[in-house]
């Protein structure tokens, strides 16, 4: 095609036509265009075409994430909501509903803990790599944003009061023996417990402590279980759109 181009227009200048040429050169530069239009509108159609894939995919990862961390949450408040029925239990020793063996038992349970660690792997590639910038529904990407807030919160919220309340002040109780637990000579435990006002006091206090700890957990993570059902919602609508 170059060479057929070059032909005519030395053709054109030979026979002294130089308007003619002049036209000619003006059509050639104008199909040049029109080519390189064509070109980029290609381009940039397959641009488009490779980013609508990508975040279909990336929604479709999400989505996969949030499934799994509905499942974490839905875990985590069913061991909270064990301690709230195990301290319940503990507060029947006063009672007269369970003895001392039991009671320890009980207050060694409550000394664990469950570490919540959110899963947001597709998230954390999304943020390092830019690619949220993929997700062309700006309120979808804000819902997004907003959500892995609210989680990066319930964390460290409910990671901190394991290491700081359930470690540090309510472990040590029970580990310390503070109210006094005692040991037959045959190396079994005690079923009785004296309790005076003051250690009374000490574990219905720890007990209330521990008990307020599981049922704020519990709501953090209600909230946060609502949060993703919601979420979920939305990538779905989003997906079907694609």
Known sequence: MPR????IRQRLLKENRLTRYLVYAIGEIVLVVIGILIALS???WNKGRQDLQAQYELLQDLRDDLVIQQELIAEQITFEAGFVSQIDSARGYERGQIG???LQAILFRLTTRHTFVANKATMSKMTSSGQIALIRNASLENSIVRYYQLSDYTTTVTNNNNLFIVDMQYGPFVSDNALGFGCAATGEMENELM???EKRYLLRMKLLQRERLAKAAIGRF???QTATNELLELIDHELKGS
């Not at 057929?4 to 032909?7: D, E, G, H, T």
């Open 4 to 7: 057929i181009f070059n032909s």
């Open 42 to 44: 290609i381009n940039t």
């Open 100 to 102: 001392a063996v039991e």
């Open 195 to 197: 309790l005076d006002r």
């Open 222 to 224: 209600k909230t946060l």
